[in-house]
């Protein structure tokens, strides 16, 4: 009868909590530049939605904005307020060590994080909060809603709420709940496990938080820290959940107020200290990536030794299994270029974060910079475009000649045919379904710079391909 028993599952609303027993919580929200109204709103929503007996204080920090509104006028503000404190660094610090000042004066059980243009909605805080009486070693996060940043309209999440992954160039991603996480839950109202977390907003008991070792304090700016505290959470015995009864707003920007630049070494501190030999799999993506002057990182290393964290591998077995590991054999990923046209390379432009299902393979002059010109040819005679996660794979059309870009099989089960390559002793690539080989042609009508095309094998130059890894 399993109808019945869904219908005596309990909702979001019938949970009921007793405040007495749940651990007080400070909220801490670093900002730098940002818009008055979204940071008032932030605040004054955390103030509204929050049973005062739970909330011990708000901590604005200011990261050194520049910004006058947010001097004088913000303290004058604040100080009509209850419960809100504003403390500023005295030289811009990064949203990391900005988040760590703020956290260091609160007096609550639980540190709240939360961006500075963020919407909480009623009862966003008290499952947060029981989860992690629950489970002290829980790092829980609510359900991210989308707030539109032109018209600032609260546009929530449509669906299922989505867990977070990471592609191997270190960019995270939201997923669908897979099959495995939803057979384990019991109720609707049961936290979700997730690989990763965007990184804003998040609860964490404060004594955990440093257990596990805070944050990394080399990191600067932003970027980075979600998947290293992520990976950290996960490979020192803690666990990453979302919790489907706690929403809270964001507004995601067009542009942010500052630059990013700092996001490729923090990815880079995160991949050497976490990654074991995974870390490989992320530079060959990200050729620059390894001359990127990273700092010192000896002591997270120790941190790691210290708490006896699982490798890396672990958590990919156990914690990520859907993600596609690739072979990166020698030899075999990289640019693919072509001997007859000259610094040509496979060139693939998805645009957005996703694959483009269906969308052409271009050639384009080699730049070595991985990204849009890395492809890697698999143990299964697949070309892989993996750098997105789930990768997308490259298809041969027997009727167009074109090589365009489909989502790759899953793990374990066998390739289409059509995407099967066999990539010859004598650089020739064969498509085993039309028995042509891929030929560089000079120009076609979506691209000056030409395309790959599925032609009668000969043994041109324009059909030998090789693989290389840099410029
Ligand atoms: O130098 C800085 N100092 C700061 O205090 C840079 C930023 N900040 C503040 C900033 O004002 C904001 O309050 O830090 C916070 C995060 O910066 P955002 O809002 O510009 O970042 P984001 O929302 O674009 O990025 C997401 O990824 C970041 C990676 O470093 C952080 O982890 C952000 O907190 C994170 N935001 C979220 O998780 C909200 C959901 C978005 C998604 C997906
Ligand atoms: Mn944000």
Redesign the pocket.
């Known amino acids: 009868m399993a109808a019945c028993g869904r219908r005596t599952r309990p909702s979001c609303n019938d949970l009921k909590y007793d405040y007495r027993s749940l651990p007080t919580t400070s909220v801490v929200?670093?900002?730098?530049?940002?818009a008055w109204s979204t940071l008032l709103r932030t605040v004054h929503s955390v103030l509204e939605t929050s049973p005062d007996i739970l909330l011990k204080e708000v901590v604005l920090?200011d990261?050194y904005s520049d910004r006058e509104h947010l001097k004088e006028p913000l303290e004058r503000y604040i100080s009509g307020l209850r419960k809100v404190r504003l403390i500023r660094t005295t030289k811009?610090?990064?949203?990391v060590r900005?988040?760590l000042l703020g956290a260091s004066i609160t007096t609550g059980d639980v540190l709240t994080?939360?961006?500075?243009?963020?919407e909480c909605h009623e009862g966003w805080l008290e499952p947060l909060l029981h989860r992690i009486k629950e489970e002290p070693s829980a790092v829980v996060c609510p359900v991210?809603d989308v707030i539109e940043w032109n018209t600032l309209q609260y546009l929530g999440n449509a669906g299922e709420p989505q867990i977070?992954g990471f592609d191997w160039r270190l960019v995270?991603t939201?997923h669908v709940v897979p099959e495995y996480e939803q057979k384990r839950r019991h109720s609707p109202t049961d936290v979700i496990r997730s690989p990763t977390?965007?990184?804003?907003?998040f609860a964490v008991s404060k004594n955990y938080f440093h257990y596990l070792g805070t944050y990394d304090t080399g990191m600067?700016?932003?970027?980075?820290?979600?998947l290293e505290f992520s990976f950290r959470i996960w490979q020192c015995g803690g666990s990453l959940e979302v919790h489907p009864c706690s929403h809270v707003g964001?507004i995601?920007?067009n542009k942010?107020?500052?630059s990013?630049n700092k996001?490729l070494a923090?990815s880079v501190r995160a991949a050497e200290v976490w990654m074991d030999e995974y870390k490989e799999i992320y530079y060959h993506r990200n050729p620059h990536a390894r001359l990127e002057a990273f700092g010192d990182v000896s002591e997270r290393r120790k941190l790691r030794e210290k708490l006896g964290c699982k490798t890396f591998r672990w958590f990919l077995d156990n914690i990520y299994p859907e993600i596609n590991i690739p072979s990166d054999r020698p030899g075999m990923f990289g640019m693919l270029k072509n001997r007859g046209k000259v610094n040509y390379c496979f060139d693939y432009n998805p645009g957005d974060e996703h694959i483009v299902v269906g969308k052409k393979i271009i050639l384009y002059p080699c730049h070595g910079m991985g990204q849009n010109q890395f492809f890697e040819y698999s143990t299964d005679g697949e070309i892989r475009y993996s750098t997105r996660e789930p990768g997308g794979c490259v298809v041969g059309d027997n009727i167009s000649t074109y090589l365009t870009v489909q989502l790759c099989k899953k793990r374990n089960q066998p390739v289409p045919v059509d995407q099967k390559f066999v990539l010859r002793e004598d650089g020739t690539l064969y498509h085993v379904a039309s028995q042509k080989c891929v030929h560089a042609l000079d120009k076609d009508k979506d691209s000056g710079s030409g395309a790959p095309s599925l032609q009668p094998c000969s043994d041109n130059l324009r059909q030998k391909w090789f693989f290389e890894e840099k410029a």
């Open positions: 929200i670093a900002f730098y530049n940002e920090v990261d811009r610090e990064g949203l900005a988040r994080f939360l961006d500075c243009h963020c991210i977070g995270f939201w977390m965007a990184g804003g907003l600067e700016v932003w970027g980075g820290e979600n964001h995601f920007p942010a107020p500052y990013r996001a923090n």
